[in-house]
């Protein structure tokens, strides 16, 4: 199996990267939280990968973070969930809303990725308690830093910053904090 792949950025389109390893043009579907923190073409990236063969198909999905392939591994043990409906609850929701989701038993928060539908919620939320929740941050604390960050990021996106950039901002910002004295101080990183 292949687990990583280290090479340049050739290309990206949405979900699609186009990864050179050494003369190989590696293709990988990937999320879109993934997707918004890659690199320029031309650029080295190192993808966590996790390969999925079929009968008629070997493909390959990459991840920035180990979280977000634990995570997808974790939806495919569900019956019904492919790796297409994987893919799209992790572009959708990030691992810590997923998770932040599965433990305060939130259906209605998974209904909002398109194509899960209610029962595909009840049945993502009681296959998933106690797998997903407890490991990937469904702690109490680290549901208000990942509310404030969303909000912070959101934000500058109406304000016509790109998700790169706002995700590139809210990392030079200090832990826990708040939504508004957020934004301000991300408006300061971005105008240098």
């Known amino acids: 199996m292949i687990g990583r792949l280290s090479g340049i950025l050739v ?3 949405p979900p699609q990267v186009l990864l050179d390893v050494h003369g190989i043009g590696y293709e990988l579907d990937v999320p879109m939280s993934t997707f918004y ?7 080295p990236l190192v993808l966590l990968t996790h390969l999925v063969v079929r009968e008629d198909a070997q493909l390959l999905y990459g991840f920035l973070s180990a979280a977000e392939r634990s995570a997808f591994r974790e939806l495919l043990k569900i019956a019904g969930i492919g790796p297409r409906m994987a893919l799209a609850l992790l572009s959708g929701l990030s691992v810590g809303e997923l998770a932040q989701a599965v433990t305060r038993q939130d259906g209605a928060r998974l209904t909002k990725v398109p194509g899960i539908g209610k029962k595909t919620a009840e049945r993502l939320l009681l296959e998933l308690k106690g797998r997903l929740g407890a490991e990937l941050g469904g702690s109490a604390a680290a549901a208000p830093a990942d509310d404030a960050q969303s909000d912070i990021v959101q934000a500058l996106v109406a304000l016509g ?21 957020g934004i301000k101080l991300a408006l300061k990183a971005l105008s240098k």
């Open 161 to 181: 910053y790109s998700e790169r950039d706002a995700a590139a901002a809210l990392k030079t910002l200090p832990a826990g904090v708040g939504v508004s004295e």
């Open 11 to 13: 290309a990206k389109s």
């Open 37 to 43: 923190n890659l690199p320029a073409p031309g650029e």
